[in-house]
T-cell receptor
């Protein structure tokens, strides 16, 4: 099993450009997440999905959109990139969602995408 | 507001020495508690988790953590650190209020001296 994979690994954008980050998991997990990691701020949840065709906002959703058309894939889009979106982006998946279903399951993370917006 | 605090941004220990990384949370009830490790250029990997029961939990790579309700703490420990333990460590809580909330601390970067 590959686990959670992310493409691309690195990307440089100019302000105003758009792009899509792809996350794929082969563990048949229902739940998927997108985080951003910035120095001194830990990981912050951007959007998440509790199943195919569903998405929900996390802590810092502004400037991002997501789609979950297939269970195994979770896409993160930046419609008009800004320098404030320079960050490392992590995708994660889990079998269950702590709190919602009471399972408290762990999250499995991808290797990350380093995005720089000039 | 709910929060997770890791008061130590950086910690340096000598190889073979013991280690304790601190984590405190602010929440009205007992959350689910996790410790993750992130090696350079990698994603996060779960070390251990606490849901209920025995307050001392064992994890992978020789790590353990103790939940102390009275102190709202979940400190990570290892009796003898190896050079390969150099990484960044994140404490996280999952809140059980019925709406989804998974909060990470800001991390503690561990350096191991040979």
């Amino acid at each position: 099993n590959a686990g959670v994979t992310q493409t691309p690994k690195f990307r440089v954008l100019k302000t105003g450009q758009s792009m899509t980050l792809l996350c794929a998991q082969d563990m048949n997990h229902e739940y998927m997440y997108w985080y951003r990691q910035d120095p001194g701020m830990g990981l912050r949840l951007i959007h998440y999905s509790v199943g195919e065709g569903t998405t929900a906002k996390g802590e810092v959703p502004d400037g991002y959109n997501v789609s979950r058309l297939k269970k195994q894939n979770f896409l993160l889009g930046l419609e008009s990139a800004a320098p404030s979106q320079t960050s490392v982006y992590f995708c994660a998946s889990s079998y269950d969602v702590p709190g919602l279903a009471g399972g408290g399951d762990e999250q499995f993370f991808g290797p990350g995408t380093r995005l720089t917006v000039l | 507001a709910q929060s997770v605090t890791q008061p130590d941004i950086h910690i340096t220990v000598s190889e073979g020495a013991s280690l304790e990384l601190r984590c405190n949370y602010s929440y009205g009830a007992t959350p689910y508690l996790f410790w993750y490790v992130q090696s350079p250029g990698q994603g996060l990997q779960l070390l251990l988790k606490y849901f209920s029961g025995d307050t001392l939990v064992q994890g992978i790579k020789g790590f353990e953590a103790e939940f102390k309700r009275s102190q709202s703490s979940f400190n990570l420990r290892k009796p003898s650190v190896h050079w390969s333990d150099a990484a960044e460590y994140f404490c996280a809580v999952a809140l059980t209020s019925g709406t989804y909330k998974y909060i990470f601390g800001t991390g503690t970067r561990l350096k191991v001296l040979a």
